[in-house]
């Protein structure tokens, strides 16, 4: 070996991604674990209980628990094939955490993180794993979360996360009437029971730009994701870390075509369009039989039902779309579990060569 290191004090997210050492912390806790116990087996190092969920019991306003009711559960649930071979999503939730220090009411002391694994250990891995003297303390169930960043500040000045709170019992009151009526007199210190409360009514029209970019939003995921699945079904090869967001400077031209054919079939006067004219049209321009053309056009009269004809007429999005997508791109990466991504026009991805600019897969993308 050589006589000095060749780089001094690496952490171990850049081993992990300068070096591809995704799972060196784990591995060297492994290490460490077996030299310190070099008679634990593979099931006790290895293998654990596992739980889907983590049931809580009723409170009263002035915290008392009642271990005999058992008012909601927070489940953690990965996806799986039912007996009908049908998929069952996987079920991650978020909880609110106290950390030891929080109080009834408010966010002091409290952190939001999203519960992946509920878990208890072989009890010879706890004996191994802490000291004798700490072993009494430690929970017989663990719980592995994923922690959000912090409140940023002690209290809310304006006590809008108050007003969310209460509009969303309001809301779910209907359905969960116990937990509300928890919230309603332990939380938010209301004298009379959630179920006399008015419903809560907008202060304001709903800003429709805010609607549709969370809609795209999640379009935009969900249509990465089914992609991928698609893909990963034909070369049976996992995910290769790369994505890119790919926006057009134009739109095809069997879109267009159908466009034009919505706007010489619609009636303004009467605000309606005539879908026998469409598809009069369409069979002219040999689009009758194009699987495409149907489902653009269904999603083309609901853009106009919800936002007037002229403006989807026009086509464009409320919002800058490379802009957004660029915003947007952290979230895409860890949720997609991307090690590289990037935003741009089709125009220019198609004059790219290599891995993941096939001219077939950006033309139907």
């Known amino acids: 070996m050589p006589k000095h290191p060749s780089v001094h004090h690496v952490s171990f997210n850049a081993l992990a991604e300068q070096y591809g050492a995704q799972f060196f912390k784990a591995a060297l806790a492994r290490y460490a674990l077996l030299i310190s116990n070099p008679d634990l087996t593979h099931a006790q190092l290895e293998h654990l209980s596992v739980y889907d969920k983590i049931g809580y019991n009723d409170v009263d306003s002035n915290g008392v628990v009642d271990c005999s009711v058992t008012i909601n559960a927070v489940y953690a649930k990965p996806g799986k094939t039912d007996q009908r071979s049908k998929h069952v999503p996987s079920r991650f939730e978020t909880v609110l955490v106290n950390g030891r220090n929080g109080a009834l009411s408010g966010v002091t002391g409290h952190c939001i993180a999203r519960v992946r694994v509920v878990l208890s250990l ?57 937990l509300t009526e928890h919230i309603w007199a332990g939380i938010l210190k209301e004298a009379k029971s959630v179920q006399l409360a008015r419903w809560p009514e907008p202060s304001k029209p709903v800003d429709k730009t805010i609607v549709e970019t969370g809609a795209y939003m999640r379009t935009t995921v969900k249509t990465i994701r089914d992609a991928e699945t698609s893909l990963l079904k034909k070369i049976q090869k996992g995910n290769n870390g790369q994505g890119a967001a790919k926006t057009r400077s134009k739109f095809p031209e069997w879109q267009d075509a159908c466009m034009q054919a919505v706007k010489d079939a619609y009636d303004e006067k009467a605000n309606k369009v005539d879908d026998a004219k469409v598809r009069e049209i369409l069979a002219q321009k040999g689009l009758i039989k194009d699987k495409r053309a149907m489902p653009f056009i269904q999603l083309l009269k609901k853009r106009m039902a919800e936002f007037g004809a002229q ?3 026009r086509r464009g999005l409320p919002f800058p779309e490379s802009e957004m997508l660029t915003h947007f791109l952290p979230y895409l990466k860890k949720s997609l579990n991307l090690v590289v991504t990037d935003v741009m026009f089709v125009d220019e991805a198609l004059e790219r060569e290599g891995p993941g600019y096939s001219k077939a897969i950006i033309e139907t993308s």
């Not at 706890?126 to 000291?131: D, G, K, M, V």
């Open 122 to 178: 072989h009890e010879r891995a706890r004996q191994s794993l802490f000291p004798p003297a700490k072993v009494a303390g430690v929970p017989i169930h663990l719980a592995y979360v994923e922690w959000f960043d912090p409140f940023t500040t002690a209290e809310d000045p304006h006590r809008m996360y108050m007003y969310w709170i209460r509009t969303a019992a309001l809301l779910v009151a209907p359905i969960a009437p116990h």
């Open 311 to 313: 403006t989807a007429f």
